[in-house]
Structures are given as C-alpha cells and as structure tokens.
C-alpha cells in the first residue's frame, strides 16, 4: 500500500486529540525551548544572571514593604527566606500563565505559514519556563544551605518529597488557565490586556507571597480572605514554603483539591485549545 504525505480526515470530534503528532515534533519543542531559554537574555551586559538577580531583588523589595513596613513577616526564619521562596514558584504560575495565554495573538504569523501542532508553542513556555524555575530554585536552595550553616537550623522539611507533585499541579493549573485565556482571546482582545495587569497583582493577595496563609487570614481585611480560601495557588505556595522553609503547613486535602481543580481546569484548556485551532486564523 502506498504511502502518502497528507492525509485528508473529516471534521475532528471534541475529544479528539492528536498528541501523536506532538510527539513526532518533539525535535521542533526542543529547539523552541533551547531559542527561549539560551536567547532571553543573548543581547544583555549580565546575561543569565538576571535569572539569580531578579528573585533577588524580589525578595529584597518584599522585606523592606512587607516585613519592615507592614510587619507581615514570618517567624521562625530569616524574612528575606521566606520573600525568596514562594515568589519563584509564584513567578514560574505567572510568566507561564501570560505567556500561554497570547499563544493565538503572539504566533499568528508563524502559525499562518506552516504547520505543526499548535500545543508545541504552550508546551515551550512550559518547559523553557520549567528550566529557568530550576535555576532559580537552586539560588534558594543555597539560601537555605547559608541560613544552616549559620543558625544550624535545617528549614527543609521531610514532606518536600512531594515537591513534584506540586510543581506538577502549577504546570497544569498555569496552562489549563492560559489555554483557555489564549483561545478567547482570538476574539476578545480585551482579555489579554486584563491578564497583564491582573495577574501580577493577584500576587500580592496570594498566601505565602506576602506572608503566610494564617498571617494573611489574621491581619488582612474580611473582604480580602476569599482569596486565600478560594485561591489554590495560595495553598500550593504555603505548603511549597513548609517544604523548604518549614513555613506554612502541608495539608492532603489541599493537595487532592487543588489537584483535582489543576486536572479539571487542564483537560478543558486543551478541549477548548484544540476545537480553536481550527479555524483561529479567521478571527485572530
């Protein structure tokens, strides 16, 4: 039987997802994660350390406002610890976030060009945005080995063995959220704008960003607890501060729901993401 280049199938169903295809153009993910990561900061004077100089600062500016001003510091640990921790994981959820969602709107040329499964372009803000937590969770983890040699206190507790399975529910929490964002957005502009500017201040009412989930209860107005209850990405920075930094505190039936939330919310990204690809290129 002969063998053909193109293949020409009906209209396909909704469920109907072809990660083979992914999977076939694993060398293109590959070079695209390698582009993002080696050239984001090619053409500056400090190059790769503005992945260390960025938390850094972060964590610099939080303690000064948060835990000298506000005096919504942790206990236990060093503040500039704690200022440090749950940032990076926050900003990995938001650059990853952001960058999904204008999927459609940022590669409308490349994707009128030529062809090659579209999840490839999510799937690289995933991982090159994986790499560059990686670094950064290193410069935390020389904190933490600092603050020990110092004090002698081992802030890393044993439940961090579950580190992965948090990491993996942002990774699904992050791009279930930009899939869907990205695949509204090729009809409703308005939204992109809306994620920019809101997202990152989402943070400062996020548990384990500014202090920990049961400070952010006692201190902070009634009308700002919905989201520390109902924000999933706060309990996933509280326990990732009691995993490193023994701040905050590990709860299975936080880990359940919000894996259950990041499953839900993923699987109805893709479904969306997949039927919009079809036809975006007419109204993006």
Do not use: C
């Amino acid at each position: 039987m002969d063998e053909f280049d193109v293949h020409i199938k009906p209209k396909r169903n909704l469920l109907e997802i072809d990660l083979k295809a992914v999977w076939r153009y694993r060398d293109l993910l590959r070079m695209f994660v390698f582009r993002d990561f080696v050239t984001y900061y090619k053409q500056t004077i400090l190059g790769p350390l503005w992945f260390f100089i960025q938390p850094m600062f972060t964590a610099a500016i939080n303690l000064f406002v948060f835990g000298s001003l506000a005096g919504l510091g942790p206990e236990g640990v060093p503040g500039f610890l704690f200022y440090l921790s749950g940032p990076i994981l926050w900003q990995y959820f938001q650059d990853t976030f952001i960058k999904t969602s204008a999927t459609f709107v940022e590669n409308q040329a490349i994707f009128g060009k030529v062809y090659f499964p579209r999840l490839i372009m999510p799937l690289t803000t995933l991982i090159s945005g994986l790499l560059k937590f990686g670094v950064q969770l290193s410069l935390l983890l020389i904190a933490i080995a600092i603050y020990f040699v110092k004090s002698g206190e081992f802030s890393m507790q044993w439940e961090i063995v579950f580190f992965p399975l948090i990491l993996m529910i942002i990774m699904m929490t992050a791009m279930g959220f930009g899939l869907i964002v990205s695949a509204l957005t090729t009809k409703y502009r308005d939204l992109k704008f809306l994620i920019e500017f809101g997202i990152p201040l989402l943070k400062y009412v996020t548990p384990g960003i500014a202090t920990s989930m049961y400070l952010f209860k006692e201190n902070l107005p009634d009308a700002l607890i919905p989201f520390a209850i109902y924000n999933p990405i706060g309990y996933l920075i509280d326990m990732f501060n009691y995993m490193f930094i023994g701040v905050g505190h590990f709860s299975w039936a936080s880990m359940g729901i919000t894996a259950g939330f990041a499953a839900f919310v993923l699987f109805v990204g893709v479904l969306i993401f997949n039927q919009t690809e079809k036809n975006f290129m007419d109204t993006v």
